[in-house]
């Protein structure tokens, strides 16, 4: 149970922040859309939190039972890892996770792989500190 809800606390901290960073990001590929004449972006928070609000569910979805098959994986093959290479073989899976789901859902859009990669990485991250932290 205790494994679950540092899931879930993962996936509703990382939506916004991931979501923040993924416009950053697009914020600085893309350039701004012109309407009759004037440079014009959307403003940033409304678009964060309409990312966050899509990305929640697909965290959910997708995320849990992709958490669950890395965890498996990695204890399975090394169940008595050194924690830097437990952190490694965890952002390998998780990369190699985001990159499939990247390709899966989008043609060679670079871009596009931006909006996977980067919600994918940071949730990682989060909920490995919050292992870190809480125990698992």
Not at 17 to 32: H, K, N, Q, R
Not at 33 to 44: D, F, R, T, W
Not at 86 to 95: A, F, Q
Request: aromatic share 18%; charged share 10%.
């Amino acid at each position: 149970m205790k494994k679950l809800t540092l899931i879930f606390l993962a996936i509703f901290l990382s939506a916004p922040i991931s979501a923040l960073l993924t416009v950053g990001a697009d914020y600085l590929l893309t350039e701004p859309v012109k309407l009759q004449g004037y440079n014009y972006n959307p403003p940033i928070w409304a678009t964060v939190v309409v990312i966050a609000l899509y990305e929640i569910p697909v965290y959910i979805i997708v995320g849990i039972p992709v958490t669950y098959l890395i965890d498996f994986l990695v204890l399975k093959f090394s169940p008595h890892a050194h924690r830097l290479k437990e952190y490694v073989t965890l952002l390998i899976g998780y990369s190699i996770a985001s990159f499939i789901l990247s390709f899966y859902l989008l043609n060679n859009d670079f871009e596009g792989y931006f909006t996977v990669v980067i919600p994918v990485i940071t949730y990682f991250h989060i909920l490995w500190f919050l292992r870190a932290r809480y125990g698992d």
